[in-house]
C-alpha cells in the first residue's frame, strides 16, 4: 500500500540540533589559585593560603638512617634526638649537629614508640610481642614490663612518674609504677591505643582504633569519652596549656596493617571489645616496608608477613574523608578545622601562631592560621612525614620511607623550586608564551623553564628543560611540540626576602582534532508540518524498521565488506519521508558543517542530496527512492571553525538497504478437482525484496497459513499448491495473500465452480 504524493517544494526538510560552538583555537593554561598550585611539586617552596608561591623555611637532611621507616622519636635534655625504626627495630641517637650512630638494637624488628622517663632513662615500645624496655643514657637495656600483648602503639609518663603504655591487639592500657610493677589500668574495647597524652589537668587521653574514640581517663577503670570520630583512628594528639586538645584522625591505618587474625580465648574478652591479632614475621632488613600510616590497599609491601582475617564489626567509615585535624575546647566542643580526601594526616604540634600538622603527600608540612587558613609549609620529598616536634625557634621532622631526620629553619631559604603538575592539552600542541604575575624585591629573581613529552609521567622520552626564562610579561616556550608539558619556577631570595609568585599562565595551540561519526540510522518518519523536536531514531513518527551502522571510535569508517543487505519499508497510512541521521561529534568542539549523498547498487558515483548542513538529520521524499538498495554517505567537516588548511573532515558509509514500496504479484496458475475436493496452484513473485509468508482465505473466512512447494518461503519467486477437502457444491472464492521482506503485501484469487 503506497501514500499520497508530496509537492516538490517539499522534497527535503531538515530537524534542528545542538551543538557545541567553538573552534581548537588558542587554550590558556592558568593556575592562580591555592589549589592550583597544590598539585605541584615544592623544594625550600611554601604555598600561602592567598595562592602565593614565595620561599619556604630552609629544609635541611640532619640524619638518613638507611631504614625503611623511622616510627617514632623522643627529644633529650641535652638536645638529642632519638629515634626508632622499622623493620630492624633499631633506635638511632641523633646529636644536635646531626651526627648519628646506632644507640640500641631490639629483638623485636619495630620500634613504635619512645619517650623519655624522668629518671633520665629512654623507654621503647616494640612490636610484635611487644615489650617496654629501659635504657639507660649508655644504651644498656633491659625489659622494663611485659604486658603480653602484640603491640605497643603508644607511651607516655604521668605526673607522678608512672609510665602508661597504649597497646594492640586488644586495646588495653597499662600503668607501670616506678619499679616496674604493671597492672591494668583500663580496657578501651578497641583493637588498639595508637596515641596517648595528658590533659591540662594531668588526666591521661586516649585516641583508639579502629572506631575512632578518643578517652579522658580519670583513674583507674573509670573513662568518658570526648569524641567519637567518624574516621577509625585517633592518629595523634596535642595539649596547649589552655587546654585546648587537637587530635589528627584518619582512616584507619594500623587496624588495616593488623587486620585480625586468631580470635580471643573465650571469657577473655569485653563487651564491645573489637578482638585483632597478627603474625609478623621477622626477617632480613626490608627495602620499602609496609607503611603503618598507609591505609589497607598501601600496606604490606615488605618484609613483616601479616597474615589476617577481617576484624570484628566496627563503626564504619563513610569514605567521605580520609583524614581530619580535629580541635576539642574545654566544654568538649569539637570543631573539624581540615579534611582531606587525598591526603593522611599523621603528627600535630600547636605553636603560638597556629597548629603545625604533617602528611603523606610528599611529605608535606602544613601551618592552619588562627583563621583557619591553611599554609603548604614545607615538603620533604620522602612519602610521609610521621613527626613534628619544635627545636627552640626550628621544627625538627621525621619522615618514614625513608627515614630521615629533617630540621626546618626559622627564616626563609636563599633559594628554592617549584615544579608545576604535567599538563595534559588533549592533543599535539604548539606551545605560545609563558607569563606570570610576581613580586620581586631588589637582588631577588624569578626563573621559569619548560619542558614537553608525549607519555603522561616525565620520562627518559621527554625533553630537557628549556633554558631560563625571565620575561614575566611573555616569554616564547622553546620545547617541542607535544600534547604534555610542565613549567618550572626557580625562586632566589635576597637579604631574607623572598620573591612572591601570584599566577602563571602558558598559551598553547592543540592541533585540531578530526570530526568523528559514530553512526548513521536510515528509517522512515513520517511527514510533518513542523520537523521533530530531536533527531533520534526513536522520536515521534519513527520508522517501524531502520537500519543502522555504527563506529566504536575510528575518525572515518566505510562499511565492512560483505555487509548484509537490510530492507527498508515504509507502513502505510499517511505520506512518508526516508529519514537519514548521523551522530557526530568534534573533541575541539568546533562547530560541525554535514554533506549528505547517495548512490544505488550497481552505479558509480555519488549523488549529492543536501550540503553544508549544520543539523543532523535530513529527510528525503519517501518516493524520491525507487525500489532497490541504496547507502547512504555522510561527510562531516569542522571547516566553519577552522582555516582551510588545517580544517578536518570524517566520512562514513551506511550498511547497504533495501527499499521496497511495491507489493509482490500474485496470480492464480491453475487447479483441477480432486475428489469432493480441489487443487489451487498460484504463482508469487516481487521484483525487490524476498518473499516470506502467505496464508489463504476460503470464502473470506478465517486466513489459515500456506507454504510454498518447496516446503520454505524463501525467494523472489514461489509455487503454492492450496488443497482443499470436502467442499461443498457450488462456487468458491479462494483469497491468497503473500508478503515480502518489506512487509508489502499482494493479493491473487480463483474461483472454483
Given at each position: 500500500?503506497?501514500?499520497?504524493?508530496?509537492?516538490?517544494a517539499?522534497l527535503?526538510?531538515?530537524?534542528?540540533?545542538?551543538?557545541?560552538l567553538?573552534?581548537?583555537?588558542?587554550a590558556?593554561?592558568e593556575?592562580t589559585?591555592y589549589?592550583?598550585?597544590?598539585a605541584?611539586?615544592f623544594?625550600h617552596?611554601?604555598?600561602?593560603?592567598e595562592?602565593?608561591l614565595?620561599?619556604?623555611p630552609?629544609?635541611?637532611?640532619?640524619f638518613?638512617?638507611?631504614?625503611?621507616?623511622?616510627?617514632?622519636?623522643a627529644?633529650a635534655?641535652?638536645?638529642s634526638?632519638?629515634?626508632g625504626t622499622?623493620?630492624?627495630?633499631?633506635?638511632?641517637?641523633?646529636?644536635r649537629?646531626?651526627?648519628g650512630?646506632?644507640?640500641?638494637?631490639?629483638?623485636?624488628?619495630e620500634?613504635?614508640?619512645l619517650?623519655w622517663?624522668?629518671?633520665g632513662?629512654?623507654?621503647?615500645?616494640?612490636?610484635?610481642?611487644?615489650?617496654?624496655?629501659r635504657?639507660?643514657?649508655?644504651?644498656q637495656?633491659?625489659?622494663?614490663?611485659?604486658?603480653?600483648?602484640?603491640y605497643i602503639?603508644?607511651?607516655?609518663f604521668g605526673?607522678d612518674?608512672?609510665l602508661f603504655?597504649?597497646t594492640?591487639e586488644?586495646?588495653?592500657?597499662?600503668?607501670v609504677?616506678?619499679s616496674?610493677?604493671?597492672?591494668?589500668?583500663?580496657d578501651t574495647?578497641?583493637?588498639h591505643?595508637?596515641?596517648l597524652?595528658?590533659d591540662a589537668?594531668?588526666?591521661?587521653?586516649?585516641?583508639?582504633?579502629p572506631?575512632?574514640?578518643l578517652?579522658r581517663i580519670?583513674?583507674?577503670d573509670?573513662?568518658?569519652?570526648?569524641?567519637?570520630?567518624?574516621?577509625?583512628?585517633?592518629?595523634?594528639?596535642a595539649?596547649?596549656?589552655?587546654?585546648?586538645i587537637?587530635?589528627?584522625a584518619?582512616?584507619g591505618?594500623v587496624?588495616?596493617?593488623?587486620?585480625?587474625?586468631?580470635?580471643?580465648?573465650a571469657?577473655?574478652?569485653?563487651?564491645?571489645?573489637?578482638v585483632?591479632?597478627?603474625?609478623v614475621?621477622?626477617?632480613a632488613?626490608?627495602?620499602?616496608?609496609?607503611q603503618l600510616?598507609?591505609?589497607?590497599?598501601e600496606?604490606a609491601?615488605?618484609?613483616?608477613?601479616v597474615?589476617a582475617?577481617p576484624?570484628?564489626?566496627?563503626?564504619s567509615?563513610?569514605?567521605?574523608q580520609?583524614s581530619a585535624?580535629?580541635r576539642i575546647?574545654?566544654?568538649?566542643s569539637?570543631?573539624?578545622?581540615?579534611?582531606?580526601?587525598e591526603e593522611?594526616?599523621?603528627?600535630?604540634l600547636?605553636?603560638?601562631?597556629?597548629v603545625l600538622?604533617?602528611?603523606?603527600?610528599?611529605g608535606?608540612?602544613?601551618?592552619?592560621?588562627?583563621?583557619r587558613?591553611?599554609?603548604?609549609?614545607?615538603?620533604?620529598g620522602?612519602e610521609e612525614?610521621?613527626r613534628?616536634?619544635?627545636?627552640g625557634?626550628s621544627?625538627?621532622?621525621?619522615?618514614?620511607?625513608?627515614?630521615?631526620?629533617?630540621?626546618l629553619?626559622?627564616?626563609?631559604a636563599?633559594?628554592?623550586?617549584?615544579?608545576a603538575?604535567?599538563?595534559?592539552?588533549?592533543?599535539?600542541?604548539?606551545?605560545?608564551r609563558?607569563?606570570?604575575?610576581a613580586?620581586?624585591a631588589?637582588?631577588?629573581?624569578?626563573?621559569?623553564?619548560?619542558?614537553s613529552?608525549n607519555?603522561?609521567?616525565p620520562?627518559?622520552?621527554w625533553s630537557?628543560?628549556?633554558g631560563?626564562l625571565?620575561?614575566?610579561e611573555?616569554?616564547?616556550?622553546a620545547?617541542?611540540?607535544?600534547?604534555?608539558i610542565?613549567w618550572r619556577?626557580?625562586l632566589?631570595g635576597?637579604r631574607?626576602?623572598t620573591?612572591?609568585?601570584?599566577?602563571v599562565?602558558l598559551?598553547?595551540?592543540?592541533q585540531?582534532?578530526a570530526?568523528?561519526?559514530?553512526g548513521?540510522t536510515?528509517?522512515?518518519?513520517?511527514?510533518s508540518?513542523?520537523?521533530?523536536?530531536?533527531?533520534?531514531p526513536?522520536a515521534a513518527?519513527?520508522?517501524?524498521?531502520s537500519i543502522?551502522v555504527?563506529?566504536?571510535?575510528?575518525?572515518?569508517?566505510t562499511?565492512?565488506?560483505g555487509?548484509t543487505?537490510?530492507t527498508?519499508?515504509r507502513?502505510?497510512?499517511?505520506?512518508q519521508?526516508?529519514s537519514?541521521?548521523?551522530?557526530?561529534?568534534?573533541?575541539?568542539?568546533?562547530?560541525l558543517i554535514?554533506?549528505?549523498s547517495?548512490?544505488?547498487?550497481?552505479e558509480?558515483?555519488?549523488k549529492?542530496?543536501?550540503?553544508n548542513?549544520?543539523?543532523?538529520?535530513l529527510?528525503?521524499?519517501?518516493?524520491?527512492?525507487a525500489?532497490?538498495?541504496?547507502?547512504?554517505?555522510?561527510q562531516?567537516?569542522d571547516?566553519a571553525?577552522?582555516?582551510?588548511d588545517?580544517?578536518?573532515?570524517?566520512?562514513m558509509i551506511?550498511?547497504p538497504?533495501?527499499?521496497?514500496?511495491t507489493?509482490?504479484s500474485v496470480?492464480?496458475s491453475g487447479?483441477e478437482r480432486?475428489?469432493a475436493g480441489a487443487?489451487?496452484?498460484?504463482?508469487a513473485a516481487?521484483?525487490?525484496?524476498?518473499l516470506r509468508r502467505?496464508?489463504?482465505s476460503?470464502?473470506?473466512?478465517p486466513?489459515i497459513?500456506?507454504?510454498s512447494?518447496?516446503g520454505?518461503i524463501?525467494?523472489?519467486?514461489?509455487t503454492l499448491t492450496?488443497r482443499l477437502?470436502?467442499?461443498?457444491?457450488?462456487?468458491h472464492?479462494i483469497?491468497?495473500?503473500?508478503a515480502?521482506?518489506?512487509g508489502n503485501t499482494?493479493l491473487?484469487?480463483?474461483v472454483l465452480?
Amino acid at each position: 500500500m503506497r501514500g499520497s504524493r508530496i509537492r516538490p517544494a517539499a522534497l527535503l526538510f531538515l530537524c534542528a540540533s545542538v551543538s557545541r560552538l567553538g573552534a581548537a583555537g588558542t587554550a590558556v593554561w592558568e593556575m592562580t589559585t591555592y589549589r592550583d598550585f597544590l598539585a605541584g611539586v615544592f623544594s625550600h617552596v611554601s604555598l600561602s593560603k592567598e595562592g602565593r608561591l614565595l620561599l619556604g623555611p630552609e629544609l635541611k637532611p640532619l640524619f638518613a638512617s638507611e631504614q625503611p621507616l623511622v616510627w617514632s622519636m623522643a627529644r633529650a635534655a641535652d638536645g638529642s634526638t632519638y629515634l626508632g625504626t622499622g623493620h630492624r627495630g633499631r633506635v638511632y641517637r641523633v646529636d644536635r649537629n646531626g651526627a648519628g650512630v646506632l644507640f640500641w638494637s631490639s629483638s623485636e624488628p619495630e620500634v613504635f614508640a619512645l619517650e623519655w622517663g624522668p629518671d633520665g632513662n629512654l623507654y621503647a615500645g616494640t612490636s610484635p610481642d611487644g615489650k617496654v624496655y629501659r635504657i639507660s643514657p649508655s644504651g644498656q637495656a633491659a625489659v622494663w614490663f611485659d604486658p603480653k600483648s602484640k603491640y605497643i602503639w603508644s607511651l607516655t609518663f604521668g605526673r607522678d612518674g608512672a609510665l602508661f603504655a597504649g597497646t594492640g591487639e586488644r586495646g588495653k592500657i597499662f600503668r607501670v609504677d616506678r619499679s616496674g610493677r604493671g597492672e591494668l589500668h583500663y580496657d578501651t574495647g578497641q583493637g588498639h591505643v595508637t596515641s596517648l597524652a595528658l590533659d591540662a589537668a594531668g588526666a591521661l587521653l586516649a585516641g583508639t582504633d579502629p572506631n575512632g574514640l578518643l578517652y579522658r581517663i580519670e583513674a583507674k577503670d573509670r573513662a568518658f569519652v570526648l569524641h567519637d570520630s567518624i574516621l577509625p583512628e585517633i592518629r595523634s594528639l596535642a595539649v596547649t596549656p589552655d587546654g585546648t586538645i587537637y587530635a589528627a584522625a584518619m582512616g584507619g591505618a594500623v587496624s588495616r596493617l593488623t587486620q585480625a587474625g586468631t580470635p580471643a580465648v573465650a571469657g577473655d574478652t569485653p563487651a564491645g571489645m573489637v578482638v585483632q591479632s597478627v603474625t609478623v614475621t621477622a626477617g632480613a632488613e626490608a627495602q620499602g616496608g609496609a607503611q603503618l600510616p598507609k591505609p589497607a590497599s598501601e600496606t604490606a609491601r615488605s618484609a613483616p608477613a601479616v597474615t589476617a582475617t577481617p576484624p570484628a564489626p566496627a563503626v564504619s567509615f563513610l569514605g567521605l574523608q580520609k583524614s581530619a585535624l580535629l580541635r576539642i575546647g574545654r566544654d568538649l566542643s569539637v570543631e573539624t578545622l581540615w579534611t582531606s580526601t587525598e591526603e593522611n594526616i599523621y603528627a600535630v604540634l600547636p605553636q603560638a601562631g597556629g597548629v603545625l600538622f604533617s602528611t603523606d603527600d610528599h611529605g608535606r608540612i602544613y601551618r592552619l592560621d588562627p583563621d583557619r587558613q591553611v599554609t603548604l609549609l614545607a615538603q620533604t620529598g620522602e612519602e610521609e612525614t610521621v613527626r613534628l616536634a619544635a627545636v627552640g625557634t626550628s621544627l625538627v621532622a621525621v619522615t618514614g620511607n625513608l627515614g630521615k631526620l629533617y630540621r626546618l629553619g626559622d627564616g626563609p631559604a636563599e633559594s628554592g623550586e617549584y615544579e608545576a603538575p604535567v599538563r595534559d592539552t588533549g592533543s599535539v600542541s604548539r606551545w605560545g608564551r609563558v607569563s606570570w604575575k610576581a613580586q620581586t624585591a631588589a637582588g631577588a629573581s624569578i626563573e621559569f623553564s619548560t619542558r614537553s613529552g608525549n607519555s603522561a609521567r616525565p620520562d627518559s622520552t621527554w625533553s630537557e628543560w628549556s633554558g631560563p626564562l625571565r620575561d614575566g610579561e611573555g616569554s616564547p616556550v622553546a620545547s617541542p611540540v607535544a600534547r604534555f608539558i610542565q613549567w618550572r619556577a626557580r625562586l632566589r631570595g635576597s637579604r631574607g626576602s623572598t620573591p612572591v609568585v601570584e599566577s602563571v599562565s602558558l598559551a598553547y595551540l592543540p592541533q585540531n582534532s578530526a570530526p568523528v561519526l559514530r553512526g548513521i540510522t536510515v528509517g522512515w518518519a513520517a511527514r510533518s508540518s513542523t520537523p521533530p523536536a530531536s533527531s533520534a531514531p526513536s522520536a515521534a513518527g519513527a520508522a517501524d524498521i531502520s537500519i543502522t551502522v555504527t563506529d566504536t571510535g575510528a575518525a572515518t569508517s566505510t562499511v565492512n565488506p560483505g555487509t548484509t543487505t537490510q530492507t527498508l519499508s515504509r507502513p502505510a497510512a499517511q505520506p512518508q519521508l526516508t529519514s537519514i541521521s548521523w551522530q557526530a561529534e568534534d573533541a575541539d568542539g568546533d562547530k560541525l558543517i554535514a554533506r549528505v549523498s547517495f548512490r544505488g547498487e550497481g552505479e558509480n558515483e555519488w549523488k549529492l542530496l543536501k550540503e553544508n548542513l549544520s543539523e543532523t538529520h535530513l529527510g528525503v521524499d519517501g518516493d524520491a527512492l525507487a525500489d532497490g538498495v541504496y547507502q547512504v554517505k555522510v561527510q562531516v567537516s569542522d571547516s566553519a571553525s577552522n582555516p582551510r588548511d588545517t580544517a578536518r573532515e570524517t566520512e562514513m558509509i551506511s550498511a547497504p538497504f533495501l527499499v521496497d514500496n511495491t507489493p509482490p504479484s500474485v496470480r492464480h496458475s491453475g487447479g483441477e478437482r480432486s475428489g469432493a475436493g480441489a487443487v489451487v496452484r498460484f504463482q508469487a513473485a516481487d521484483a525487490a525484496s524476498m518473499l516470506r509468508r502467505a496464508e489463504y482465505s476460503l470464502n473470506a473466512g478465517p486466513w489459515i497459513p500456506v507454504f510454498s512447494d518447496d516446503g520454505i518461503i524463501d525467494s523472489k519467486s514461489e509455487t503454492l499448491t492450496i488443497r482443499l477437502e470436502a467442499l461443498k457444491p457450488g462456487e468458491h472464492l479462494i483469497t491468497l495473500r503473500v508478503a515480502d521482506s518489506a512487509g508489502n503485501t499482494g493479493l491473487g484469487k480463483a474461483v472454483l465452480k
